[in-house]
Nanobody, 115 residues
Framework: QVQLVESAGGTVQVGDSLTLSCVARASSTLTMGWFRQPPGKEREFVAAIRRDDGHTYYADSVEGRFTISRDRVKTTVSLHMNSLKPEDTAVYYC??????????WGKGTLVTVSP
């Protein structure tokens, strides 16, 4: 049984930093990552990290501002968000994709960036 437990988001101001974490209990994991859904928009990719070699992937909109990492035992994935902008306001979802291409999702956590 796959379980993804996200840390709480919150409300921050423009330029602030915030870190989200997700504890993932899953097998045959290929990548761990984050997606987000801004108000009134579709869910979009943010960042991902390969569980085996730690290779990272980023959306253009967050490249250079966000950093994704995983812990040594490879069960926790964190998203370090710097220089936050109002357009980063969204519900953030933890994601695990297994080697068979199946996606699992956390319940989501709201991040609000106030001008």
């Amino acid at each position: 049984q796959v379980q993804l437990v996200e840390s709480a988001g919150g409300t921050v101001q423009v330029g602030d930093s915030l870190t989200l974490s997700c504890v993932a209990r899953a097998s045959s994991t290929l990548t761990m990552g984050w997606f987000r859904q801004p108000p009134g928009k579709e869910r979009e990719f943010v960042a991902a990290i390969r569980r085996d070699d730690g290779h990272t992937y980023y959306a253009d909109s967050v490249e250079g501002r966000f950093t994704i990492s995983r812990d040594r035992v490879k069960t926790t994935v964190s998203l370090h968000m710097n220089s936050l902008k109002p357009e980063d306001t969204a519900v953030y979802y933890c994601n695990v994709r297994n080697v068979y291409g199946r996606d699992y999702w956390g319940k989501g956590t709201l991040v609000t960036v106030s001008p």
